[in-house]
């Protein structure tokens, strides 16, 4: 199993994508553009996929990116872009967008042709999305063999690589991944079986899942990126609110992100901001995030499958 890098030489490919008269930027190049014009750059959109206009997660969109008008399609009974008069874009086109630019990377990788592809997708995705991803991987021209749960695929993975540690004693292990938009917890159980066909073989069993849809670093960089914009104001600089430019706000999420790589390598930033002010300026999320971090850990436990002294 590999992983592919980028055309920037990163293991990590941003969702996003730009759209601006006749240029179509994917991933870190996207991003990049969301600086100078961020109506013309569509990210986090696994949040919109298979939603109603009317959804939780539609709304949370919106009030994190209000630079983008979302209108309800009667066709389809779920959401769109509306880029001006002319042109609108379903979430469900732009993600064909970006795994077909994953197709091309993989192919330029493997030095040959890729039709077919098994994706990974959130174990908290219900049918609806499920069916949104096919249908952009159907624009892609991706022939879908299989969609798992990304829980299940690194669960796969951890135990293709210590096969050697799976025996016939149970072995119980937790999965917690806190991504950017949301948090999974996953239990599984790996042992030995022994079948008529081919013997004794390895098994995963995926004894629980929780999740939390909303909690990830993203909030993170939202909470720090208000932060700089409360600093900005305080200044008296200029009399409107900087909140009020969408243009000035996408500046400021920038810098919010490029802070919290740089305090997460324990380096204070010389724009008067100490790693004190982050653990101050999220206490009340970390208040809230604390029961949620742990609350997806609560439901894989909810029924009582496991102890907790087992994992």
Do not use: W
């Not at 993989?106 to 990974?120: G, H, L, M, S």
């Not at 210590?162 to 042992?191: C, E, H, L, P, W």
């Not at 305080?234 to 802070?259: G, T, Y």
């Amino acid at each position: 199993m590999e992983i592919v890098l980028n055309r920037e030489s990163r293991r990590k490919t941003p969702t996003a994508v730009c759209l601006k008269e006749n240029e179509r930027l994917l991933g870190d190049s996207a991003l990049g553009m969301s600086v100078k014009n961020p109506k013309t750059v569509y990210r986090h959109l696994q949040s919109l996929l298979g939603k109603r206009h009317d959804n939780l997660q539609v709304k949370i969109y919106q009030k994190r990116f209000p630079e983008h008008q979302l209108q309800d399609d009667p066709v389809r009974g779920t959401v769109y872009f509306n880029s001006s008069l002319e042109t609108q874009y379903s979430p469900e086109e732009l993600l064909g967008m970006l795994l077909n630019y994953s197709r091309e990377l993989a192919q330029d990788f493997a030095e040959q042709p890729i039709k077919d592809a098994v994706i990974t997708i959130p174990a908290f995705f219900n049918q609806a999305e499920r069916r949104a991803v096919l249908h952009a991987a159907q624009m892609a021209d991706l022939k879908v063999l299989q969609l798992i749960d990304d829980n299940a695929a690194v669960a796969l993975n951890y135990g293709v690589f210590r096969r050697k540690d799976i025996d016939g004693t149970a072995k119980n292990v937790m999965f917690y991944d806190m991504g950017s938009g949301s948090t999974t917890a996953t239990i599984v159980s790996y042992q030995t079986v022994k079948t008529k066909e081919f013997g004794t073989q390895p098994q995963l069993q995926i004894r629980g899942v929780g999740f939390d849809r909303t909690l990830g670093g993203f909030a993170m960089d939202l909470r720090l990126r208000d932060h700089l914009a409360m600093l900005f104001n305080n200044q008296k600089k200029s009399p409107k609110d900087v909140r009020d430019n969408h243009r000035a706000m996408a500046k400021l999420l920038k810098e919010a992100q490029r802070l919290k790589t740089v305090l997460s390598a324990n380096v204070d930033f010389m724009a008067q901001v100490s790693r004190e002010h982050p653990a101050s300026i999220c206490m009340r999320l970390s208040a809230v995030c604390a029961p949620q971090q742990t609350q997806p850990f609560k439901m894989t436990q909810k029924k009582k499958i496991l102890e907790n002294k087992e994992v």
